[in-house]
């Protein structure tokens, strides 16, 4: 049962172009969302993240949305860097002591 | 370094055999957790503790994992007698929780698993 579900999985984009991965989740629980960015070899990255209280979350290049009523969140990376090619993962969590679920990832790759 | 350190980085084992991995976690940190990653999915919680207790294990994926933290700083996570299907990449994470607020895990770079 995948409560968070990444339907792409992968997505090639040109360099200095907007990166846009999606994310949906089917818990109405999770009120805690994160992105994490996986490079070959290494354990995942924290990215950004954003709390069920707001819409939005800013970070650099990197912006969060989240839809509630959609149950949809997606990660905006503009503009789009050679770098940032890596496989992304979205996770949620419901309140109090409950562990991370995470998506199957999206592998992002930016090209020159 | 004040990363998540994981030991070792790759484990070859044949089947039928025991393994142990270690994790040392962020030093200030007081959550530490344990996950699973096989290809083509994402990771997938198996237990984690707060300082040395074991808060979360039912997600196990058998009683031949084990896992501890016995002084609150370093865990282990065993594998008795192991399967071709624990073939995997376990992955460690730390995170300092100082209350009821959102907490952001630092994964290690994993060790990787290969039962022959």
């Known amino acids: 049962d995948q409560q968070v579900k990444q339907n792409s999985p992968s997505l090639s984009v040109q360099e200095g172009r907007i990166s846009i991965l999606n994310c949906d989740y089917t818990?109405?629980?999770?009120?805690?969302f994160l992105w994490y960015k996986k490079y070959p070899a290494e354990g995942p990255t924290f990215l950004i993240s954003?709390?069920?209280?707001?819409d939005k979350n800013e970070d650099g290049r990197f912006t969060v949305f989240l839809n509630k009523s959609a149950k949809h969140l997606s990660l905006h990376i503009v503009p789009s860097q050679p770098g940032d090619s890596a496989v992304y993962f979205c996770?949620?969590?419901?309140?109090?002591?409950?562990?991370?679920?995470f998506g199957k990832g999206t592998r992002l790759s930016v090209i020159a | 370094d004040t990363g998540v350190s994981q030991n070792p980085r790759h484990k070859i084992t044949k089947r039928g055999q025991n393994v142990t991995f270690r994790c040392d976690p962020i030093?200030?940190?007081?959550?530490l957790y344990w996950y699973r990653q096989t290809l083509g999915q994402g990771p997938e919680f198996l237990t984690y503790?707060?300082?040395?207790?074991?808060?979360?294990k039912s997600r196990l994926l058998s009683d031949r994992f084990s896992a501890e933290r016995p002084k609150g700083s370093f865990s282990t996570l065993e594998i008795q007698r192991t399967e071709q299907g624990d073939s995997a990449m376990y992955l460690c994470?730390?995170?300092?929780?100082?209350?009821?607020?959102?907490?952001?895990?630092?994964f290690g770079s994993g060790t990787q698993l290969s039962v022959l």
């Open positions: 503790f707060q300082n040395e207790a074991q808060l979360e």
């Open positions: 818990n109405s629980m999770f009120d805690y």
């Open positions: 954003i709390s069920s209280i707001k």
């Open positions: 994470a730390s995170s300092l929780r100082l209350g009821p607020q959102n907490e952001k895990l630092f």
């Open positions: 996770a949620a969590r419901r309140p109090g002591n409950t562990p991370l679920v």
């Open positions: 030093s200030e940190h007081n959550r």
